[in-house]
């Protein structure tokens, strides 16, 4: 037997529909950019980090994953503000909806909503002047501060239209649902061009941190049957095996990383302007044994 639903029960069935499509809407574009800003920054910062010291980042093999983990650690605090101050602005816009759906200071409301907009818009074009007006050189933060101009500015236009709108009027919903894209798509550009700005004096200080602290890292000692003819400075090579069974050993080495397939170590006293970097197969031609740095 079947059942017929009221006219009002699919009413509230639609409005169910059309909240949980607006949240999907809000939710979905920002987790989309965080994954991408979260890949595109470890990859940054890691082509900075690997040019700095004279490599490529390919010759690493990192995945997407890999990326994303050496990314997180350095991107939690910026995030951890981020979702702070989206979650002032969301109780904020709140708060301001309430007033103007009781009918309540909507002047006030219009006057401030103009003057953040005006504000917002001019910190943005300032910011964008001053960068137009240094070529080639980085200018950290900027894209972040542009970016947050136009949100501000875009958020305050957005109150006036609801301050000086009739309550219950039907709102034009295609040019506002183009324009709000099209601040969404310059936004996400900011914030790219800011994360790879960022990202870059981060892999660059990375470099700068190995040459200050290379000897914290891992000590390695490499056993192979066949010379290696590591040139490294203080790398030293030893005989460790006879004529019949010929083993060279190799000292004066540190751990860098493990990935792709290689092994990625540093030599004692490394340095960006005369350190070498050694890149040994991980295929079990060669044997390393690795010590803690505070033992020696």
């Known amino acids: 037997m079947s059942t017929v639903q009221e006219p009002e029960e699919r009413s509230i069935i639609n409005t169910r529909w059309q909240r949980t499509l607006e949240v999907l809407s809000v939710i979905g574009p920002p987790l989309t ?3 991408a800003l979260l890949v595109y920054f470890g990859w940054a910062r890691t082509d900075a980090q690997a040019k700095a010291m004279g490599l490529d980042v390919s ?3 990192y995945t997407v994953q890999d990326f994303i983990l ?5 991107l939690f605090q910026p995030l951890a503000w981020l979702v702070v101050i989206g979650l002032l602005w969301l109780m904020l816009d709140r ?3 309430r007033l103007l759906e009781a009918g309540r200071h909507r002047k006030p409301v219009r006057l401030t909503a103009t003057i953040v907009m005006f504000l917002g818009f001019a910190y943005a074009a300032a910011m964008w002047l001053a960068i137009s007006a240094r070529p080639g050189q980085i200018v950290l ?3 972040f501060l542009i970016a947050g101009g136009l949100v501000v500015g875009a958020w305050g236009l957005s109150v006036r239209r609801r301050a000086v709108e009739p309550s219950g009027r039907a709102l034009r919903i295609t040019p506002r649902a183009l ?3 099209l601040v969404f798509v310059l936004v996400t550009l900011l914030l790219f061009w800011g994360t790879s700005d960022y990202a870059q004096a981060l892999g660059r200080g990375a470099a700068l941190d190995y040459q200050e ?3 914290l890292l891992p000590t390695a000692v490499v056993y192979s049957k066949e010379r290696l003819a590591v040139t490294a400075p203080n790398v030293q090579e030893e005989s460790a095996g006879s004529e019949a069974a ?3 050993r190799y000292t004066g080495l540190r751990l860098l990383v493990v990935s792709g397939g290689r092994i990625f170590l540093l030599n004692d006293g490394w340095s960006l302007a005369r350190g070498r970097v050694v890149v040994l197969p991980d295929d079990g031609s060669v044997r390393v044994e690795y010590g803690n740095p505070a033992a020696d």
């Not at 050496?70 to 350095?74: A, E, F, K, N, V």
């Open 33 to 35: 950019v965080a994954t």
């Open 59 to 61: 010759l690493f093999g």
């Open 70 to 74: 050496r990314s997180i650690q350095s």
């Open 95 to 97: 708060a301001v909806s």
């Open 141 to 143: 933060y900027a894209p």
């Open 179 to 181: 324009e709000r894209s």
């Open 213 to 215: 602290r290379s000897s």
């Open 246 to 248: 010929p083993l060279y």
